[in-house]
């Protein structure tokens, strides 16, 4: 079966710490959605998409602790759309835990979980890499 979402080199944004999140990050969600697509055991499941979103706060404050220290300019916005992202992953877990793992809203949560990333990191992150290149 081909992976539903694949780490690339092409996705790195230069900085060593926030490319090993991202890849882990890929890894995690691509596990996940494996276990969806494989109907896997529900609690499974469950605890994948808990590690997805565990690893995302932390990769999020990873990202907001580069920008405090160097004063990225663009952070307002850049910590606005992690916010975004937090506030629509909750909605979307609550809505998974009560409705359980149905097909519906597994797709739902993979196309909007893939695309998320990948606008995010293609462009409010790979900005911040190319600024904190210049600082580190
Ligand atoms: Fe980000
Ligand atoms: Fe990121």
Known sequence: MTQPIQWSDAFKVGIEKIDFQHKNLYEAISRFLTAVAENKDVAEIKKMLDFVGNYIFEHFSTEEDY????????ALHHKSEHQAFIEEFRRMKNQYELDGATKFISLQLEGWLISWLQKHVAGSDTALGLFLKKKL
């Open 67 to 74: 920008m405090g220290r160097y004063e990225y300019p663009a």
